[in-house]
T-cell receptor, first 112, second 112 residues
Framework: DVKVTQSSRYLVKRTGEKVFLECVQD?????MFWYRQDPGLGLRLIYF???????EKGDIPEGYSVSREKKERFSLILESASTNQTSMYLC???????????FGAGTRLSVL | GQQLNQSPQSMFIQEGEDVSMNCTSS?????WLWYKQDPGEGPVLLIA?????ELTSNGRLTAQFGITRKDSFLNISASIPSDVGIYFC????????????FGQGTRLTINP
């Protein structure tokens, strides 16, 4: 089974803090993704990566950056957290041959 | 970003009833996926479809890839309480750069 692990299930941060969300996959997948999920807005793509050190902006990259130094790890960074970044964050890893994304359990981030 | 039209947005049914939901798009897709998300968890893959007209079952769940390649439906037969959750469709367009497009989700509530 594919395993995608997000380092934290719940996080509470203060406005202006730098926040790191970590995601690790154990299947040697090239493609990894970060989404945020808000009620009524579905899943929105923030950034994705198709190889080590490679990244592309998704639909809502403003206020976020990412890092992919190793194939198995994809990090989402909030340089200066703001209250409108309070959300559920989901990481996914993709099996290219089957066009399937496997998701982590999510990190619920609250910015106060 | 592009999104799929998923309906209905929510359903309230009695235990034992059958459920049907669908997704439509203005674009042709070469893959359709159906996910389920339990409260506070990440989406989990239910069914993957790869060919127009394909009909696939997974237990009480049945999904079909529309003939036009622009739609898909998911049926759940004889619903049980653990079917509660949010169901998402997702698809990949041929020129989709290895990304998925997601529906807004159908929230299923079951009265025992």
């Amino acid at each position: 089974d594919v395993k995608v692990t997000q380092s934290s299930r719940y996080l509470v941060k203060r406005t202006g803090e730098k926040v790191f969300l970590e995601c690790v996959q154990d299947m040697d997948h090239e493609n990894m993704f970060w989404y945020r999920q808000d009620p009524g807005l579905g899943l929105r793509l923030i950034y994705f990566s198709y190889d080590v050190k490679m990244k592309e902006k998704g639909d809502i990259p403003e206020g976020y950056s990412v890092s992919r130094e190793k194939k198995e790890r994809f990090s989402l960074i909030l340089e200066s957290a703001s209250t409108n970044q309070t959300s559920m964050y989901l990481c996914a890893s993709m099996v290219l041959a089957k066009n399937i994304q496997y998701f982590g359990a999510g990190t619920r981030l609250s910015v106060l | 970003g592009q999104q799929l039209n998923q309906s209905p947005q929510s359903m309230f049914i009695q235990e034992g009833e059958d459920v049907s939901m669908n997704c439509t798009s203005s674009s042709i897709f070469n893959t359709w996926l159906w996910y389920k998300q339990d409260p506070g968890e990440g989406p989990v893959l239910l069914i993957a479809l790869y060919k127009a007209g394909e009909l696939t079952s997974n237990g009480r769940l049945t999904a079909q890839f529309g003939i036009t390649r622009k739609d898909s439906f998911l049926n759940i037969s004889a619903s049980i309480p653990s079917d509660v959750g949010i169901y998402f469709c997702a698809g990949q367009i041929p020129q989709g750069a290895q990304k998925l497009v997601f529906g807004q989700g159908t929230r299923l509530t079951i009265n025992p």
